[in-house]
């Protein structure tokens, strides 16, 4: 896969001279605690190394003060790099002139921020479009794309409103439009949703996720400090710590294998059932052919036991337990199966099946041809998210025996 964003051992320094002791102490492995104490300079990156695929969503994670805006800025050189490499679909960002700085800014990269930066004056067609003129696109072109970009995101009976007459929600999705219609290679989302209400901010989460599945493909570089948005959002997730990342990996990879004490502080907190996907926890079926004989089979299911009854094509059709195929024996399994079973794709969250596995009934995942390929029983999955809270605890008591050990 194409990369579209590469940052390469990128430090940035904040602070009279940079590029002096500061930078040294910081390439020495010194701390940001003590470089700051030592030099009064500030390290807002140290050594940030990390590759955004060409139409993936990658996250920024961190808590304030962590450097998650500030490697943003370093990619449309907002900040500039103290030592480092920053590529952009293969140009290098930090060798620009002032004029090829413009240039990629205006044609490369979008960005929409947390605080909306609307015009107040400006109608919200014109605010959306504003972008479109800098870069001297007609006025018939521009407004045709900007209400494309304001139907994209649900507001284009409000083209002719003011920002003042919209809610916070309304303003964050002017916003978003205004980097749609753009139609910029690459997308730069930095808190784009922290100050919507939670509700809100969901649907904003799922607009621009089936927004990127049905219509932009863009690369996206979000930027938030909820783990749980990160994990809902990101294809790939980049936790970050004092200037430094931390871990980089897919949202079960964060979650069910926490690098440190600190990203499993944050796991804890995860609503794992919004997360985890089906393909997750599912197990190999162990079907029955709906015409098999309840006599061949009642041998081979333990008590308590479910098996899924597959027709001709391999399609989940029914479901039998040991105590149904007590009760006959030269019938067919089909007589005697309930019909009544949830059939749901790999790729489903755990949390969309949580009501039909309370019962106690399996589940049955099928591929995009209704194929039976897995099925997800209760035990497993309660057994996995008790798993992953475990593993977390038990790095944290780790790291913090190791310290302990050390003092």
């Known amino acids: 896969m194409t990369t579209s964003i590469k940052l390469s051992n990128v430090y940035k320094i904040f602070g ?5 002791r500061a930078l040294t102490m910081a390439k020495t492995g010194v701390g940001k605690d003590d470089v700051q104490l030592a030099t009064d300079h500030v390290i807002g990156l140290h050594d940030v190394s990390f590759e955004v695929a060409d139409g993936e969503v990658f996250v920024i994670m961190g808590l304030s003060g962590s450097g998650k805006s500030t490697a943003v800025r370093c ?15 293969g140009v290098e960002v930090t060798e620009l002139k002032k ?12 960005m929409v921020f947390q605080h909306f930066a609307l015009f107040p004056h400006c109608t919200v067609v014109d605010n959306v479009s504003y972008g479109l003129k800098v870069r ?7 407004r045709k794309r900007a209400y494309e970009a ?15 007459q919209l809610s916070g929600g309304m303003q ?10 753009a139609d910029l290679d690459i997308l730069l989302m930095d808190e784009a949703f922290s100050a919507l209400d939670p509700l809100i901010r969901r649907q904003m989460q799922d607009e621009l996720l089936s927004m990127q599945d049905e219509i932009l493909h863009k690369t996206i570089l979000f930027i938030t400090h909820d783990l749980n948005e990160a994990l809902r959002v990101g294809d790939r997730v ?20 926490p690098s440190s004490a600190y990203v499993a502080e944050f796991v804890k907190d995860v609503d794992q059932g919004r997360v985890l996907h089906v393909g997750a926890v599912m197990v190999p079926p162990r079907p029955i052919r709906v015409s098999t004989p309840v006599s061949g089979v009642q041998a081979e299911i333990g008590a308590g036991e479910f098996r899924f009854c597959i027709d001709a094509g391999d399609h989940p059709v029914g479901l039998v337990s040991s105590e149904q195929l007590g009760l006959v024996v030269q019938q067919p399994v089909e007589s005697v199966m309930s019909t009544d079973i949830c059939t749901v794709a790999e790729g489903t969250p755990l949390v969309d099946i949580y009501e039909i596995i309370s019962t106690g009934q399996p589940v049955a995942v099928v591929d995009d041809r209704g194929r039976l390929i897995g099925q997800v029983n209760a035990l497993d999955l309660l057994a996995e998210l008790g798993e992953i809270e475990s593993k977390a605890s038990q790095i944290q008591a780790a790291e913090a025996s190791s310290v302990g050990g050390r003092s």
Do not use: W
């Open 16 to 20: 009279a001279r940079p590029k002096g």
């Open 75 to 89: 990619v449309n050189r907002l900040h500039e790099v103290t030592d480092g490499s920053v590529m952009v679909d």
């Open 99 to 110: 004029k090829e700085l413009e240039a990629f800014r205006r044609d490369k990269i979008g």
């Open 136 to 142: 001297g696109i007609t006025t018939g072109e521009r």
């Open 150 to 164: 304001l139907e994209m995101v649900g507001l284009e009976r409000y083209g002719q409103s003011y920002p003042r």
């Open 172 to 181: 964050q999705r002017v916003g978003l439009a205004r980097a749609l219609a």
């Open 238 to 257: 980049c936790i970050m710590k004092d200037g430094a990342v931390v871990q980089i990996g897919t949202p079960e990879e964060i979650l069910r294998d």
